[in-house]
């Protein structure tokens, strides 16, 4: 069945320091994931992605890894700010409903100051 | 260049009354979708739709109906409100079959008592 799932519902930090949040996938034929930042009364906003030939992207402050074998993906954030403070989702990508995203349950991250 | 746009941001129905939910976009987007966000939970499809004229269920259809009448507006309609019914909604677009990801809206927080 479809389980896009999180191993930590929240994770505090300290500012300054480097957060990871991981996120499990079932779905192995799952062609491409994003990783979406949620602030409190916003829709979800596109962070970053990967597609599944990729096991690591880079962005600002961001880096996406993705390990296939065992259908792990992770998104590590540099030097988090308070203003990382959200909701952060990964999705996988379905073919079926017309690329649906399977979103996972979300991960409360809190920066300390 | 507004991006995804919904109305209303807040809405209390009573149980049995219908209403719609709106939503536009205004970046010629083919694709567009509804989403659900419960407590706890990710995002879950109710309806999508890859064209004007084309629409089809997601993964929790049932009470809401949809109508893709112009590239830009994508209603939804709950035809007879059910407090299960309560949450928060989210419209979003993509470009094309070719994107993968997602620009959402800000939400329709919807209360029925």
């Known amino acids: 069945g479809e389980n896009v799932g999180l191993h930590l519902p929240t994770l505090s930090v300290q500012e300054g320091d480097n957060s990871i949040i991981n996120c499990a996938y079932s779905?192995?034929?799952?062609?491409?994931f994003i990783w979406y930042k949620q602030e409190s009364g916003k829709g979800p906003q596109f962070i970053i992605d990967?597609?599944?030939?990729?096991d690591k992207r880079q962005g600002q402050r961001v880096t996406v890894l993705l390990n296939k074998t065992v259908k792990h993906l992770s998104l590590q954030i540099a030097a988090t700010q308070p203003g990382d403070s959200a909701v952060y989702f990964c999705?996988?990508?379905?073919?079926?409903?017309?690329?649906?995203?399977?979103f996972g349950a979300g991960t409360i991250l809190r920066v300390k100051s | 260049n507004a991006g995804v746009t919904q109305t209303p941001k807040f809405q209390v129905l009573k149980t049995g009354q219908s209403m719609t939910l709106q939503c536009a976009q205004d970046?010629?987007?083919?694709?567009m979708s509804w989403y659900r966000q419960d407590p706890g939970m990710g995002l879950r499809l109710i309806h999508y739709?890859?064209?004007?004229?084309?629409?089809d269920q997601g993964e929790v259809p049932n009470g809401y109906n949809v109508s893709r009448s112009t590239t830009e507006d994508f209603p939804l309609r709950l035809l007879s409100a059910a407090p299960s019914q309560t949450s928060v909604y989210f419209c979003?677009?993509?470009?094309?079959?070719?994107?993968?990801?997602?620009?959402f809206g800000s939400g329709t927080r919807l209360t029925v008592v």
């Open positions: 979003a677009s993509r470009r094309d079959s070719l994107t993968y990801g997602y620009t």
């Open positions: 779905n192995s034929a799952s062609d491409y």
């Open positions: 990967i597609r599944s030939n990729m």
């Open positions: 999705a996988e990508n379905y073919m079926e409903y017309g690329n649906k995203l399977v």
């Open positions: 970046m010629n987007h083919e694709y």
């Open positions: 739709s890859v064209g004007a004229g084309i629409t």
